[in-house]
């Protein structure tokens, strides 16, 4: 799986928009770019994924570049909740290989 | 509600004591994975599950073993063989791939058990 690299932290001040950066340049055609999030001392929750169309859910926006060498994930109002380490992730989606994690990206939203 | 449940929340171990974590989930779901996390650090695979009776080792297996008997359930045992096996560990589950080996969906996740050793 291909590699990624974010920032190791951010922050945002509560009811604006989090752009949460990822790249990941040396993605293949066939790997998808998925977004997790961990609330501190709970496991990672699944935020959104995507293969090269921007995709958005009711949690978040994902917006994959036209070479899809790199991605943001937006958060659009972000509030004191949404306070937690980001993961990008990008994945074969062939079989049930696992999901490799890095050190993601920590998000502080502040009032 | 469906979900992957972990038991218990919090444990603790004697040294040289073998302990097992429990990890059950009723979405059907055929893959099963354990990971570890150290504080500050991001998950590492210790073993992962495609179909029950079948496993394979992940990043950092040594000192651990799993067994799945049931499509349910996958219990992760911490042997004494584990030096440093303080961590938060986490189980999560994936719907099958399709026929074909293609499948996009997501790892779900469970709320975790935190190791100690007394």
């Known amino acids: 799986d291909a590699k990624t690299t974010q920032p190791p932290s951010m922050d945002c001040a509560e009811g604006r928009a989090a752009n949460l950066p990822c790249n990941h340049s040396?993605?293949?055609?066939?790997?998808?770019v998925y977004w997790y999030r961990q609330i501190h001392s709970q496991g990672p929750q699944y935020i959104i994924h995507?293969?090269?169309n921007n995709e958005t859910n009711e949690m978040a926006s994902l917006i994959i570049t036209e070479d899809r060498k790199s991605s943001t994930l937006i958060l659009p109002h972000a509030t004191l909740r949404d306070t937690a380490v980001y993961y990008c992730?990008?994945?074969?989606?062939?079989?049930?290989?696992?999901?490799?994690f890095g050190k993601g990206t920590r998000l502080s939203v502040i009032a | 509600d469906g979900g992957i449940t972990q038991s218990p929340k919090y444990l603790f171990r004697k040294e040289g004591q073998n302990v097992t974590l429990s990890c059950e989930q009723n979405?059907?779901?055929?893959?099963m994975y354990w990971y570890r996390q150290d504080p500050g650090q991001g998950l590492r695979l210790i073993y992962y599950?495609?179909?029950?009776?079948?496993?394979q080792k992940g990043d950092i297996a040594e000192g651990y073993s799993v067994s799945r008997e049931k499509k349910e359930s996958f219990p992760l045992t911490v042997t004494s063989a584990q030096k440093n096996p303080t961590a938060f560990y986490l189980c999560?589950?994936?719907?099958?791939?399709?026929?074909?080996?293609?499948?996009?969906?997501?790892?779900?996740f469970g709320d975790g058990t935190r190791l100690s050793i007394l």
């Open positions: 992730i990008v994945r074969v989606h062939s079989g049930n290989t696992p999901l490799v």
């Open positions: 995507g293969l090269k």
């Open positions: 040396t993605i293949s055609g066939n790997e998808y």
């Open positions: 979405l059907n779901h055929d893959a």
């Open positions: 999560a589950s994936r719907a099958a791939a399709l026929s074909g080996g293609y499948s996009n969906q997501p790892q779900h």
């Open positions: 599950s495609q179909i029950v009776n079948d496993f």
